[in-house]
């Protein structure tokens, strides 16, 4: 992670970055409050993989000529520039396409081979669905369990089962950093701490961290960690999975074909070394190389500064929000505990209405069960409407959005 | 067909309230608060109920027959605006009408009762109730040997 | 697949199209003959891209919004390009990363639960490790066999061999279309057809046959096929599975996570249809949606012509290069029986520094074991240098890769 | 180090031949032909293979001591033109050195006696050789409790 001076964001500035924000939709200047789903992308992103196209287009670790050279300079750059991102090695950095194929790759190549029947796996019930499935999967093909730890009303963690869970036998834990729903920053760290001293591994969830906050893996403490490019300024099809060396090195690979491996028989094969073992065939290369445009276009805006503005927006958000009557808002109202995420229902309003309403206006939110289902179920809800911030917003579109909201609010007669 | 309905029930309405939505007329705000035909039906012929996975929307409709026309019909369930009001519309368009002819109708029906133009998304939103219609008029027909 | 009319390719036309022949490379015009490992990519794909980002950049099939949507449509709408292009339905048509992804999705989800110990499953000495790796996985978990089909020194399949192996009782076939190394046009249709009547079901690795001639999966009648987007004028990270629709609905997932979900409880979930069942996770939105341009640019030219196109270069670089003292061509010199790929060895010198030599001369090559060891151990050579074409390269370019050749040879003494 | 080996080997062939390439000088190519120390030594005392994964490249270094002093050096294998002279070198280079002497050899002393600049992906060939010999003097040095 790169230091740079506490200092508030230049939003005016940044959004001459963002293309998106030069059009009008529907005739009104576009206000995107859908962030935690995916961002937009600077024009420095758009442009490192665009001159990757252009200039050195080629594929990467076996070419002997001078493009296919840069090709892999560029590419591996980009591994250096995400670990530093996350204060990793390079070698604990696995390329993979989202969030979801890094957790699956885990629950394949680690789990598949350290998860014995009757074992116990603990999630929460505030996990996204790819933080689900996939133990799902594995506990089904070993015969063992998964256990959740419920939620407090007001969005946060019940640590006491946390503890009660982790003291009754626990074999893995997965865990989201914070919520995509109700914007809750778990204390990972302490979690980690705890579940180590009790021998269990942990991967943390950091779709919605990595974006949006220092994310320091070894400060955390966890055995793996997995975040998406597309939600931090970067392109789609790109993401990351972090690994203890130790174990990277002990785990059997997931996906077999070529660049993976060391030497190859017809019946029999070697592994290549961490963290290529893990990234089969020909990889996302532009991909990798716009998620590292958009590490250094984080880093210059200085991630401390990131999460300060997403705080001011949020706090600023639920303090005009609370008023609207009618109004449901899930989760802690403590802006230290949670992230630039804001989940809510209006009267009895289906929440697809609202977002209807709202696109209409010119406003992008999103609705629905944020692939958290059970979660959904936990709050007795078909689902939430649900804003969520970053970089390129500001306080007049939460006005906005408000004001939007107050008429939403008249036309359906809540 | 379906026409006919729709421009009753639409009566002033049509068109975006203040400016709001172009999808959201007061037809379908008042039927989303007063649905017409919602409840359930003592030991009905035909049930039938399906779900909306992108939105969790959930339809249930239950048919009374007489021979093969439409005695009564009723749905329940829970979902957006769009869905609830579709609901409403197709219930009351089918009522007195032969399955057979319930069995025709289609997209354009559902679009033209509620007088709006949509995308792909809300159009699923839209056609839910329909979909569940036919799953059900199809198994009743499975189960009695009339294909 | 659209029909256009037959006529010879316009290399200056298209070449125009490709910004990375507008520059120069150490001073020379850039010659680019590695094709089959990753082709260049037009104007028109990076700009469906750039459009994406810049226009309408969103996720996908759970937006309310009209950006949204928008994607959505972008998205799906490639699918249906990429499948009439291979004459497939759109849910048949899985979007991966690349042609690795899409054989170990097949390994993982039918393959864990059709293979059986004592299966045995049929390669061929010349597949890529991607089509050998994933087997050897399977074969290693389930105690199953495999079996590889030998070549004549001509580089053709034993097709003898073929039928016998298929008569002694074989589950699954994996078998690749055209060789990378070799260039072999393996006779699919023939083979899949014999297959079946014996019930085994094929899979056609096509990521040397679907950029470079019409491939109609009806005609072939496989039951699954594997290509990437990369080597066909598209971006990396965009891969395509198809799959029999039957097939397809009776496999159980591979990646479990958001959006191939129908409905998710604490312990149990329920999968989305095909196509969407087997698509974890937000997806390389851009890459498909590039992917899509690029078989609009493929189908403006006519996938008939650019194969004549290739097999005319093949022709006159075959006759050019054989009269080079000392050179070694593998595989068969008939170009109906071959695809635009030629493997060869000079003399004594190590395939490395013959493509080092030629990158100084500008002229980009590969050299090394292409990923295919296997086959290297059957020629009985550390590895090869291969010069493959695609719709850009002319004769002049061959001219001059054959003129740095005969240097080349002076310089070494061969 | 290193240094008054290349010169004295390089002599007038520094530089591109015929324009062809940079890094095929005529010393390297000559000594692609005709490799220093290629062979086998009896009993050695150190011994030690690897290869180059991206390549194939395979090289054996085999070495008789007096006490110290590394009194013979051979090596074997194949492999492409750069990795072939660097081994060439190599040998040369250490013969009448001390182990410690050899191991405090580094990327620069081999790409001086090259007398050329590469690219990564060939540098790898390159080092091959060095990283095979301080491999054997290092499991040597383990085995015989000196370390
Ligand atoms: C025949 C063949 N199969 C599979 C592959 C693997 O393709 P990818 O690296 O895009 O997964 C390749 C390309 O390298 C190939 O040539
Ligand atoms: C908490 C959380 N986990 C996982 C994911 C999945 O991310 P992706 O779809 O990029 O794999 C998301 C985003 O949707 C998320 O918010």
């Known amino acids: ?414 | 067909m379906g026409n006919r309905l729709s421009s009753k029930l639409l009566g002033e309405g049509k068109g975006g309230i203040q400016g709001m939505s172009e999808i959201y007329t007061r037809m379908i705000i008042d039927l989303y608060r007063n649905p017409l035909n919602y409840g359930e039906i003592e030991k009905p012929d035909i049930k039938a109920k399906d779900t909306n996975p992108i939105c969790g929307d959930i339809i249930e409709i239950q048919i009374k027959l007489n021979k093969d026309i439409i005695k009564d019909v009723k749905f329940n369930g829970k979902g957006c605006a769009i869905s609830m009001a579709s609901a409403s519309l197709l219930t009351e368009m089918i009522k007195g009408k032969s399955i057979d002819e319930s069995l025709k109708m289609d997209k354009n029906d559902i679009l033209d009762a509620l007088g709006i133009k949509m995308s792909l998304v809300r159009l699923k939103c839209a056609l839910l109730p329909l979909r569940t219609l036919k799953m059900g008029i199809y198994s009743y027909l499975g189960k009695s040997d009339k294909v």
Chains 1, 3 share one sequence.
């Open chain 1, 1 to 414: 992670m790169r230091k740079v001076p506490r200092k508030p964001i230049d939003v005016e500035k940044i959004r001459k970055d963002f293309p998106i924000f030069n059009q009008k939709i529907k005739g009104m200047p576009y206000i995107y409050l859908d962030n935690a789903a995916t961002s937009q992308r600077p024009n420095q992103v758009i442009k490192a993989m665009n001159d990757y196209y252009q200039m050195y287009n080629a594929t990467i670790h076996r070419a002997l000529y001078e493009l296919g050279e840069k090709a892999t300079d560029a590419y591996e750059e980009s591994r250096e520039k995400v670990a530093k991102f996350i204060n990793a090695s390079p070698e604990e950095v696995i390329f993979v396409r989202n969030t979801t194929e890094a957790i699956n790759l885990v629950a394949y190549s680690w789990g598949r081979s350290n998860i014995k029947e009757g074992d116990k796996i603990l999630l929460t019930v505030m996990e996204h669905h790819s933080n689900i499935i996939p133990w799902q999967l594995l506990a089904k093909e070993k015969k063992a369990h998964l256990e959740f730890i419920d939620i407090y009303d007001n969005g946060l963690l019940k640590m006491d089962e946390f503890e009660k869970f982790i003291g009754e036998g626990i074999r893995f834990m997965s865990l989201v950093h914070v919520s995509n729903v109700l914007g809750t920053v778990n204390p990972v760290k302490k979690m980690v701490d705890y579940a180590h001293k009790n021998g269990v591994l942990v991967l943390i969830d950091a779709a919605q961290s990595a974006p949006h906050m220092p994310v320091d893996v070894h400060d955390i403490g966890c055995d793996f960690l997995a975040f998406s490019g597309h939600k931090m300024l970067g392109p789609t099809g790109i993401g990351v999975l972090y690994g203890k060396r130790e174990l990277l090195e002990n785990m059997g690979p997931f996906l077999g074909g070529g660049d993976m491996i060391k030497e190859v028989h017809l019946r029999e094969a070697s592994w290549n070394e961490i963290p290529w073992k893990f990234e089969a065939g020909t990889p996302n290369i532009a991909g990798a190389i716009g998620l590292g445009a958009a590490v250094d276009y984080l880093n210059n805006i200085g991630m401390e500064n990131v999460k300060e503005h997403e705080k001011e927006l949020t706090k600023y958000a639920l303090d005009k929000m609370m008023r609207i009557k009618g109004i449901n808002i899930y989760g802690t109202k403590n802006v230290e505990l949670r992230g630039g995420v804001i989940s809510f229902n209006l009267g009895d309003m289906h929440p697809h209405d609202l977002a209807s309403i709202l696109d209409n206006e010119g406003i992008s939110i999103r609705a629905g069960h944020h692939c958290a289902q059970p979660l959904m179920d936990r709050l007795g809800v078909v689902g939430t409407a649900r804003a969520s911030f970053y970089i390129y917003n500001t306080e007049w579109e939460i006005d906005y959005l408000v004001n939007s909201l107050e008429k939403v609010r008249e036309v359906f007669k809540v």
